[in-house]
């Protein structure tokens, strides 16, 4: 099979199918009601749809725990629904890239059902099963903690031994260095593309080695506040060798595409990754402006927005020539980025969003679009616990909840990091429940629903929505195309608080990306190696004028070919 690297010609829309759109009115988004809205993806511009997991599973973390690879969640609807639906992309030129879910399984998968039967059940290896410490071994195995909190390990009285979890409870981490896992992950990865699907999301792949000495224990990760043990599994020691194995046996063999998460990945590791001599995977999301506005993952700082184009910008100079980016702001895990990225915007709602999708889609890479971004959806705000819906935030309240003064910060963190924001439903008109669904949805929509919704965006020539359209085409199917898509990144103004330029060269052409993060007048002044060269504009979020020095308005972005 040649492999033809489609993705670098690619624009990908990310649809988490429990908040997209509810087709029989029970509450909950369905495949049914992803099948109903391709048209509107197709006017969009998309050519490819990342999904969310849509396997069965039991919900402990919205699908990412699943109890059977190769069937749909109920709630979803069926295998039949979902054929129809990779059907129905095809005809319109849209492919899809499936999430695959492989460095833990529910605990209600089978083979985890099997596994904590007895300590000599064929499937016991398949998963991480150690005798505690202490006296009676009733103390976790090791000290590595858990990403949704507390020890990564959890007792069963059945074999009176532990298992490992290093997301939820309910999520137990499957053991590759496990041949037949690999060759169970293998199967099940075949099994969907031999359906048709063409490509995958890999969560958290840079999980899947854990170091495990010859005795067999798992030793302790380095003391330290906030999660331990993870020297001991990111990037652990059989990782390349593992991927390589599923590339070479399987991947190598469609012509698909794969994107990894890999949050903690640095350039020298994301081009492990990546190099496509090694034959392994072909993009990966790093994590590293996600951390512009954090400390330690999950304390709330003030957004360096100096620091975020230096990281964005060393990733466009790093990858070039050698590996292919991927460029996303928002997605399930993350708050939207209209206010996050760009202050308090006010009544420039629409201004600011369109400044942020021209500073994302002129970078090389595979942009993604996070459902409701192409519409400008933004934060929600959570007065009480009762309107969380994030099993992370949850557990994370139950902790805290005892601590009386720790109640208003562990809102006030939500409010700034909660994984809910893109989780509310998808707001597609002015109706009821944002036209989501007829039924009572799963999640209370954001208020705002009633201004910010898709049938608005499409009666407005001017809106949010129209804007990614002509960005899409742009890098699809325009005569800059090449550049965009090929173009070399210079950046200028490193320093600047308010300004975020960079140019794309590609032989002789030029492409000056110039955007206004701030809600207020910026003074532009034009590049000492550009002053006075013909240019002329490709897009903008005010009007065209001519380039010179000049005084930018809030949130004005501007691309000129010169
Ligand atoms: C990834 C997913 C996240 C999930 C976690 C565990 O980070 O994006 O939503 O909770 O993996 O599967
Ligand atoms: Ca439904």
């Not at 990564?152 to 490992?164: F, G, L, P, R, V």
């Not at 409701?372 to 959806?377: D, P, R, T, V, Y």
């Not at 009480?384 to 005892?402: C, E, F, G, P, T």
């Not at 006030?412 to 998808?426: F, K, Q």
Request: glycine share 6%.
């Amino acid at each position: 099979m040649k492999r033809t690297h489609w993705y670098k010609n690619a624009v990908i829309y990310q649809i988490y199918p429990r908040s997209f759109y509810d087709s029989n009115g029970d509450g909950i988004g369905d495949l049914k009601g992803i099948t109903a809205k391709l048209d509107y993806l197709k006017e969009l511009g998309v050519n490819c749809v990342w999904l969310s997991p849509c396997y069965k599973s039991p919900n402990a973390d919205n699908g990412y725990d699943i109890s059977d690879y190769r069937d749909i969640m109920d709630e979803f609807g069926t295998l039949d629904d979902w054929k129809e639906m990779i059907k129905a992309m095809h005809e319109r030129g849209i492919k899809l890239v499936m999430d695959l879910v492989v460095n833990h399984t529910s605990d209600e998968h089978e083979w985890f059902k099997e596994s904590r039967k007895s300590k000599d059940n064929p499937y016991r290896d398949y998963y991480f099963w150690r005798k505690g410490r202490g006296k009676n071994g009733k103390k976790a195995p090791n000290n590595w903690t858990s990403r949704f909190g507390g020890t990564a390990w959890q007792y069963d009285e059945a074999t009176k031994e532990w298992y490992m979890h290093l997301w939820a409870v309910k999520q137990p981490d499957l053991n590759w260095h496990n041949p037949k896992v690999r060759q169970e992950v293998h199967d099940l990865v075949k099994f969907w593309l031999d359906l048709g699907v063409d490509g995958f999301r890999c969560d958290v792949i840079t999980y899947i080695s854990k170091v495990v000495r010859s005795d067999g224990s798992i030793p302790d990760g380095k003391w330290k506040p906030g999660i331990r043990g993870d020297e001991m599994f990111l990037h652990g020691p059989h990782i390349h060798e593992y991927l390589h194995d599923l590339n070479k046996e399987v991947l190598s063999k469609y012509d698909c595409m794969t994107v990894g998460e890999a949050a903690g990945v640095t350039i020298e590791e994301a081009l492990l990754y990546t190099d496509e001599k090694r034959e392994e995977l072909d993009t990966v999301f790093h994590f590293e402006h996600m951390g512009c506005d954090m400390f330690m993952e999950v304390i709330p700082k003030k957004f360096d927005f100096v620091k975020f184009k230096k990281i964005l910008g060393k990733w466009q100079k790093a990858l070039f020539d050698k590996s292919w980016n991927s460029l996303y702001y928002e997605n399930h895990d993350q708050p939207r980025s209209l206010g996050r990225f760009t202050g308090k915007f006010g009544d420039k709602r629409k201004e600011a969003a369109k400044m942020l999708a021209i500073s994302l889609h002129m970078q090389q890479g595979v942009p993604y679009i996070y459902q409701g971004q192409e519409i400008g959806m933004t934060n929600v705000k959570f007065r009480k616990v009762s309107q969380l819906r994030d099993q992370l935030a949850l557990n994370i309240y139950d902790m805290i909840k005892k601590i009386p003064f720790m109640k208003p910060i562990f809102m006030a963190i939500m409010n700034r990091r909660g994984r809910d924001h893109g989780r509310v439903p998808m707001q597609w008109s002015a109706e009821k429940n944002a036209g989501f669904t007829s039924g009572t949805p799963w999640f209370e929509p954001h208020e705002n629903y009633t201004e910010v919704n898709v049938e608005e965006s499409l009666k407005d020539p001017n809106s949010i929505f129209y804007f990614y359209q002509k960005l899409i085409k742009l890098r699809l199917d325009s005569d800059v195309s090449d550049i965009i898509r090929d173009g070399s990144y210079d950046s200028y103004y490193d320093n600047s608080k308010d300004l975020f330029v960079y140019t794309r060269t590609l032989g002789e052409r030029k492409l000056l990306v110039i955007c206004n993060f701030k809600n207020k007048d910026v003074y532009f002044e034009v590049p000492k190696n550009l002053k006075g060269k013909e240019a002329k504009v490709v897009i903008t979020n005010y009007d065209e004028k001519p380039l010179k020095d000049m005084l930018l308005r809030p949130y004005e972005a501007i691309v000129y070919e010169i």
